[in-house]
């Protein structure tokens, strides 16, 4: 009786980390599929076909980089869920293009909010960047020592693109989300996650130049070195089968068939990688969140647009799975259960 009533007990008080509130913040400025064609060649039923885009937002304004989307989405966040930002205990923002490099584009964040009790670094897996955060964000909470962890996904795409390369510039877009984690002891929150990477994708999505391998010189930016390159066909073909393979591996590790999941919160790539990985599992499109025809891929930003955007739909108890697939290459999927009803 004894250890059963101890095994209950552990089992009751256990700490998970729950989502308790979001925000978002995307640029006024919409640049659509038909002023693409004036810029490069392409049209908008090619872009839609291949992509599911119909525009996306970019960041106008000098001096404004991603802190500034990162600290409007963390303000919209604290104005809905009323929190003292002295309360915060950790951001982390997961960022493929920091403002500036070696000074933490989280910690200038977080004293701009006021969260001035909180510590802070920036954290980059490309497209998984948000993935990989929640996770992160996660094991805080879990440890019991940290209440409040705010994480934002935050990326400032039209920074590193290439307006005449037209296989990077349909895709993307600028914008910004935040989730804040906090400690839940009802079960709720995040349950698994299944997390990789592989360096073979090094070469096939990067940008070349303004690294320590190749730092930047006039030569680099003549040729053009610092915009984001892709491979397209390569980085679909390892997208497609990875965030499929990592959404079904996630399931069958918990159990849970197609009827178990509520949503699917894909990252926004390319609406064909969406629809290969809600197949793969058997979630019919009622059941997947999608915003990529609004804002195109905005990197670290999707996952938390995504569950900005969709807020009013989430119903305490509801099962997600987020899965995401970025340069590097990176991908996971994450189980969590949605911890509030809006």
């Known amino acids: 009786m004894t250890t059963s009533f101890i095994t209950k007990q552990t089992i009751m008080t256990k700490i998970t980390a729950a989502i308790s509130a979001v925000g978002k913040f995307v640029p006024e400025y919409i640049l659509t599929n038909k002023e693409l064609a004036t810029m490069v060649d392409t049209n908008d039923e090619w872009i839609t076909s291949r992509t599911g885009i119909k525009e996306r937002r970019i960041l106008k304004g000098e001096g404004k980089g991603t802190s500034f989307m990162a600290i409007k989405a963390a303000k919209d966040l604290l104005k809905k869920s009323n929190i003292d930002p002295k309360d915060i205990d950790l951001v982390i923002v997961a960022t ?11 910690a200038y964040t977080a004293s ?7 510590f802070s670094y920036d954290l980059q897996a490309a497209c998984s960047s948000f993935l990989f955060g929640m996770s992160t964000a996660a094991k805080y909470i879990e440890s019991g020592r940290y209440k409040k962890v705010l994480l934002i996904g ?13 296989a990077t510039c349909i895709i993307f877009g600028d914008g910004a989300g935040a989730v804040l984690f906090e400690p839940n002891t009802d ?3 995040l349950q698994d ?5 592989d360096g073979i994708g090094r070469e096939f999505l990067k940008i070349e130049a303004g690294g320590s391998i190749l730092p930047t010189s006039e030569q680099t930016l003549k040729n053009g070195q610092h915009f984001v390159h892709q491979e397209g066909k390569t980085v679909f073909k390892y997208a497609v089968s990875n965030m499929a393979d990592v959404s079904e591996k996630i399931l069958q590790r918990n159990n849970l068939s197609k009827d178990d999941i509520d949503w699917l919160v894909p990252h926004q790539a390319n609406n064909r990688i969406i629809e290969a990985t809600a197949n793969r599992v058997g979630l019919e499109s009622e059941k997947v969140m999608v915003n990529i025809h609004k804002y195109g891929n905005t990197t670290s930003a999707t996952l938390p647009l995504l569950i900005a955007d969709y807020e009013k ?3 305490k108890g509801n099962n997600l799975i987020f899965a995401a697939f970025g340069g590097g290459f990176t991908w996971g999927a994450i189980y969590l259960k949605w911890a509030y009803n809006s």
């Open 193 to 197: 996650e299944y997390l990789r990477s």
């Open 187 to 189: 079960g709720l929150g």
């Open 313 to 315: 739909d989430l119903k």
């Open 112 to 118: 701009q909010i006021g969260a001035t009790n909180a």
């Open 154 to 166: 935050a990326d400032k795409m039209s920074s590193i693109i290439d307006y005449t390369d037209r």
């Open 96 to 106: 493929a293009t920091p403002d500036m490099l070696v000074a933490s584009t989280a």
